[in-house]
């Protein structure tokens, strides 16, 4: 069940399964880039405006799971387009984001119909001078079960586009879960223990 938490504006009503902060793994393997098992934390929220916010942090893992290095990071807000009343059923996204290695990207996509399940491309792509070759991309994001699942294709002026990164992800407990639960709590907090 997709909770649709209380002060969520209108128009991204359709992006609430994405709400909250998901962590597990995943494969990063690109020609020209270290192949590796990666780690991830994601956190989508919002503040009651029309926009979703977005940041990712992973990591690369060693063949115990523990972390190595940090391995790429990104940020960005993700829109309900075409839906400016929040009551047209339009399906329309579009993702402005931006990463630690200097690429700014434009992504617009579609939820899928009837389940919660995101796909999208590249519309535009700028790089500092410094970041790595890239010239588009694409993703899909879903909810499988209880688990978020996500899949990136990335393509660079010497490689045609290929899936590059994919994560399995759960969600963690959020603080605002935590605080309600600690409301529930006797005021003294000794009688937990008791």
Not at 34 to 61: A, T
């Amino acid at each position: 069940m997709i909770e649709i938490p209380s002060g969520l504006h209108q128009d991204v009503v359709s992006l609430a399964f994405l709400l909250g902060t998901w962590e597990g793994a995943g494969v990063h393997d690109f020609p020209g880039a270290e192949k590796c098992n990666f780690g991830q934390e994601l956190i989508f929220r919002h503040d009651g405006r029309p926009f979703v916010e977005y940041r990712s942090r992973s990591w690369v893992l060693d063949a115990e799971g523990e972390k190595v290095r940090p391995l790429e990071n990104e940020s960005g807000f993700w829109r309900v387009t075409g839906n400016p009343h929040g009551n047209t059923g339009a399906r329309e996204i579009e993702v402005s984001s931006v990463r630690d290695d200097g690429t700014v990207e434009i992504w617009y996509g579609e939820l899928a119909d009837g389940k919660p399940q995101i796909e999208l491309a590249t519309d535009a792509v700028a790089r500092i001078e410094g970041a790595p070759p890239y010239t588009g991309g694409k993703r899909l994001y879903g909810l499988v079960g209880a688990e978020l699942m996500w899949v990136g294709e990335k393509a660079a002026p010497e490689v045609p586009l290929r899936p590059y990164m994919s994560g399995q992800l759960k969600k963690v407990l959020s603080p605002a879960q935590l605080v309600k639960d600690i409301n529930d709590l006797p005021d003294d907090g000794i009688a937990f223990f008791r």
